[in-house]
C-alpha cells in the first residue's frame, strides 16, 4: 500500500494533524483500573427505580377506571401520584440508567477510571437521596406545579449541587485527563446533557421561597408557560434523548461487534440536534395565550427535526449492517433494535404533532400520553434493559443467569407498549373528535364532558393492562439481575490497562494551529482558508471545555431568540385592566389546587377553536394571567378545562358536594373524592407570609401585605362563602369556615371572572398599586 | 431601556438571526464531516472497539 493511500488520501494539513496526535500518544505507558463498581451502583439502581416506576404507572392507570383504588388518602389520589410516576421514569429509572452508561463508556471512551472516586459516590447517594426526597414530598402535596419539574426549591437547589457539582465536576475531570486523543461522538452528547440540562434546571427553577417546601415561580403566565415548556420540553430533548443517543453511540456498536455506520453522519447528527431542539418548545402551546410567533417558530423547528432525528436514528439501525443474524439470537440486539426504531417513530410523531393542526386535536388529548409513552416505554425504557443485559455479564463477571428470561422480558415488554400505545392513540383521537363533535342543529354533540370520559374505559383497561405487562418485564429484569449478582466470583478480577499518557500537541505539529495553504496577501483570505481545512473542528474534538462552551452557545441560542422577546416587548402580553391579583382566600385556594395535582388533569386555557369557546366559553387571552404565579395552564384534560369555572359554575353547594364525592354529583365522573379537605384546615396565619411573596415578585396586593390584614381579609371571605353554603342547604357556617375546601370553592368561583368585572376606577386602582 | 431597544425591534429579526446562526454552523459542521478522510472518520468509529470489555474468567 502506497503512502498515500495508507492516510486516506490526507491533505498536508490533516496528515501533520495527525502526526500531531500520534505525537500526543507517544507519552509515557500509564496503568490505570476502572470503577466497576459505580456502574453496579447506579445499574442496580435503574431497575430498582424501574420497578417503582411502573408500578405507580399501573396504580395511577387503573384508577382513571376505578378512582376508589386510592383509597381516600391524600397521598394516593392521582393529582399526587401522577407526578411521583413521572418523576420516577425520567430522573429515577432514566437517570440512573445515564449515569450507569456514562460511567461505564466515559472510563472506556477515555482510558481511564473517573476523575474522582468520591465525587462517584457522592452523585449515586445524592440523586438517591434526591429520588427518596421526591418519594416523599410529592404525595405529600408539596409541588412547584410545573411537569417534570414539581420538586420544591430545597430539592431543586441539591439538584443543581449534585448534577454539577458532583456528576458534572468528576465528568469533565475525566475528559481533562482521559489517554485518548479524540472524544468519540458518545462524549459530544453526554457533554450536551450535562450543561444544558444545568441550564435548563437553573432557569426554570427560579423561585422565591414562601416557606421550607412552598415557592412561587419568579414567571407568571404566559412567561411562565414558554419557560416551562422550554425546559418540559428539552428535559426530553436533553435528558431523554442526547444521553440515551451517547448510550446508542456506544453500546451499539458493543453489542454488534462493529463500528458505527457513518460516523460523519453522527457528527451532522450531532450539532443539528443541539441546534434545533432547543427551540421546540412552544409547539407545546399551541392557539393558547402564548404569542403565535412564539408557538409558529416551535413548530417549524420542530419539523425540521425531523432530520437530525431520524439520521441518529438511521444511523443506529445501520451499524447493524453485517450483524442482522446477532439479532435473533441476542436479546440485547433485540432491545436495542426495538428501541431505535421507537425512537424513529416517536420522532416522527412529535414533529407531526407540533403542526398546528394536527395539534388542535391532539392537544390535552391522550394522544400526547400515547407519544411519551411510545417514546419513555421504547426508547428510554429498550435502550437502559439492553444496556443493563449488555452489562450485567461484564459488571459481575459471570454469564447472564438466564437468556430466555431476558428474551421473555423482551417478548412481554413489546406487547405491553404496543397494548398500552394502540389504546391510548385510540383514546385520544376519539377524545379529541368528540369534544370538537357538533350535532345537525350546531350543538355540541356530546356536551356533558363525562360523555367522553366514559366512553374511554375500555380503552384505559387496555391500557392498564399493558403497562402492567411492561410492570411483569421489568421485575423479569429484576430477577435476573439478582440471580446473575449472586452467581458473581468471590472477588472481581480488576484487570489492569495500560495506555499512553496525551502530551500536548507540539504547535509545529500542525493541529494547533492549521497554516494557510495560500499566497494571498488578505487577512480574510488566510483566515477562510484556513476554516475551509476543516482541522478547526478537529480541534474542537479533543478539547472538551472548548467543546462544552460551543454546545453551551448552540442550545443558548435557540433559548435567548424565543426568551428575549417574550419578556421584552410589552405587546406580547397586553394587560387587561379589570385583571386584578387573587384575594388572599383564593391564593390560598390556589395553592390547594396546585398542591393536589389538580393540574394534572384539568386545564385552564381555552384556545380560539370554535368546539372550546362553544364548550367553554371567551377563550383565554394572555393579560387574564399575569398574577399566575406559576401557570395552570395544563397539558390534558381528563376532567374538562376551568378557565371560566368562576364565571359557568359559580354555585359554592355544588362545589362542596363535588369535592366530597364527585360520584354523588356526577355518577360517572371518575374524580377521587377530596374529602380530607372538607376537614382540614386552612392555616389562615400561613397567608400572609404567601402574599408578601407574591407581593416581592410584583404582584399589587397593597395593603394587604401588612401585618394581620391578609389574614382577616381571608377570613371574611370563608365566612361568606360558608354563609352561601349554608343558606344553599349545605352545613353550617360554624362547620365549614375554616376548612381548606372553602379556600379552593373560592378558587374556583373566581377563576375565569376578571373579564366580566368592571374596571376598578383609577384613583382605586393606584390606591392598590400603592 | 433594553425593552425599549427590543420592543422596537421587529418581531421576525430574532428567530431570523437564530436562523442565520444555524445555517452557517450547518454549513461548517457538514463541510467538516464530508471534507473528514475515510481513514479518520474509521478511526473514530472503531474507537469503543478497541477496548476489549472482560467478562473474567468466571464469565469467559
Known sequence: MSKGAAWGGLTGAERSAHAGETAGQTGPLEEFVYDDKIVRMFAFATVLWAVVAFLVGVLIALQLTFPALNLGLPYTSFGRLRPLHTNAAIFAFAGNAIFAAVYYSTQRLCKTRMFSDTLSKLHFWGWQFIIVCAALTLPSGFTQAKEYAELEWPIDILIAVVWVGFFGVNFFGTLVRRRERHMYVALWFYIATIVTVAMLHVFNSLAIPAGLLKSY?????VQDALIQWWYGHNAVAFFLTTPFLGLMYYFLPKAAERPVFSYRLSIIHFWSLVFIYIWAGPHHLHYTALPSWASTLGMLFSVMLWMPSWGGMINGLLTLRGAWHKVTQEPVLKFFVVGVTFYGMST????????????????YTDWTIAHVHAGALGWNGFMAFGMIYWLLPRLFQTELWSKKLANAHFWIGTIGILMYILSIYAAGITQGLMWRAFDAQGNLAFPD????????????LIRATGGLLFLTGGLLCMLNFVMTWKNRPARYEEPVHAAPALRPIPAV????DTESRLHANTNLG??????????????????PIKFMIWVLIAVAIGGLVEAIPMFLVRSNVPTIESVTPYTPLELAGRDIYISEGCYNCHSQMIRPIFAEVKRYGDYSKPGEFVYDHPFQWGSRRIGPDLAREGVINPNSLWHYNHFRDPRAVNPNSIMPSFAWLLHDKIDFAQIQTRVRAMAMLGVPYGEAVEEGVAQAMAEIQAGDIALEIEQAGGPSVAETRDKKVIALIAYMKRLGTDLTKTPAAPAEATANAE | MLSDVFGNLRLDVFPTVGMVFFLVAFIAISWRAVRASRAEMDEAAGIPLHESDSTGSKGE
Do not use: C, I
Open chain 1, 217 to 221: 415561580s419568579v414567571y407568571a403566565g
Open chain 1, 449 to 460: 364532558f363525562v360523555e367522553t370520559v366514559t366512553q374511554l374505559m375500555p380503552f384505559y
Open chain 1, 348 to 363: 416522527f410523531e412529535g414533529p407531526m404533532l407540533s403542526v398546528k393542526l394536527v395539534n388542535s386535536l391532539s392537544h
Open chain 1, 509 to 512: 505539529a500542525g493541529l494547533a
Open chain 1, 526 to 543: 488566510h483566515t477562510g482558508d484556513k476554516f475551509l481545512q476543516g482541522t478547526w473542528h478537529r480541534r474542537l474534538e479533543g478539547k
